[in-house]
Structure formats: C-alpha cells, structure tokens
C-alpha cells in the first residue's frame, strides 16, 4: 500500500534555462538569473587531498 504521504514521482533534477542570447532575450536579463553553482563529486575532494598529501610528504622527504 502506498505511503499517504506520497501523491506523485520522486523528483528529478531540474534543467537549466536556455541563456538569455539564445532566447532571444537582452543582456540584463540573463543578469537577473540566479547563478547555479556545480557541485563536486566527493572523490574529487579525496583526490585533491590525497595530492596535497604526496606534496607535502616530498617536500619533507627532500628537506
């Protein structure tokens, strides 16, 4: 039996709007849109730190 909570699809996500150039929109208006920041995967984070490491460990290994 459905949860009573659920109505509809788990939500999915979003797109992004078409710039303003390309609809046919002004410059200002593309100024007005909310900037969309793109997150990392964590193994991105892993990966830097991993480097930072091995630099350091180097760098004390050559000192």
């Given amino acids: 039996m ?5 109505t509809g699809p788990a939500p999915t996500a979003t797109t992004l ?3 303003a150039a390309a609809r046919g ?6 100024a007005r849109e909310p900037r ?3 997150v990392l ?3 991105v984070g892993m990966v830097l730190v991993g480097l930072g490491l091995g630099f350091l460990g180097l760098r004390l ?3």
């Fill in 2 to 6: 459905p949860d009573a909570g659920s």
């Fill in 41 to 43: 995967p964590l193994g």
């Fill in 36 to 38: 969309v920041f793109r």
């Fill in 61 to 63: 290994r050559r000192g």
């Fill in 25 to 30: 929109g002004s410059a200002s208006d593309a």
């Fill in 17 to 19: 709007p078409a710039p």
